[in-house]
Structures are given as C-alpha cells and as structure tokens.
C-alpha cells in the first residue's frame, strides 16, 4: 500500500495544513497499514500510538497491537 505523498502547504492557512497532517496521518499511519516482521515479538519498542504488526515465525502468525507502549498479541490460526 503506498503513503500520500508530501506537499507543501507552507502558504496555506494554519487550518488547512493541520487538516492535511491529520488526514495523512489517518492513512499513513492507521488502520490501513500493517508491518509485517520475522520476530516475536516485533523488534523495537511498542510506540505510544496504536500500531498493528502481523509477525511469523514458522508456522505461528500472531498478530501484536501496540497500545500505550506495550505490545499486545493474538495469534491467527
């Protein structure tokens, strides 16, 4: 999935680039996008905001949800 790429709204009125920020961070770094890694748990800290990770390892895939910096798993059958 791609990312919406940068523009420069620099001459723009304050409100429309904090609109611009929010609506690319909604799509960039939503629920739209998943990482997938080869660790369990994934290999960095927990970010502060909710992040979705789908990690395999052999043949178990868990799926980790980071909230408040923590990860949180289920894993997928």
């Not at 940068?6 to 690319?24: L, M, N, P």
């Not at 502060?48 to 909230?67: D, M, R």
């Amino acid at each position: 999935m791609g990312k919406i790429s940068e523009h420069d709204t620099s001459k723009e009125s304050t409100q429309v680039q904090e609109f611009v920020d929010e609506v690319a961070g909604i799509m960039n770094n939503g629920n739209y996008e998943i990482l997938v890694v080869a660790t369990d748990p994934p290999g960095f800290d927990a970010p502060q905001v909710p992040q979705l990770v789908l990690s395999k390892v052999g043949a178990v895939v868990k799926l980790f949800c980071s909230y408040l910096g923590t990860w949180y798993s289920v894993t997928l059958s």
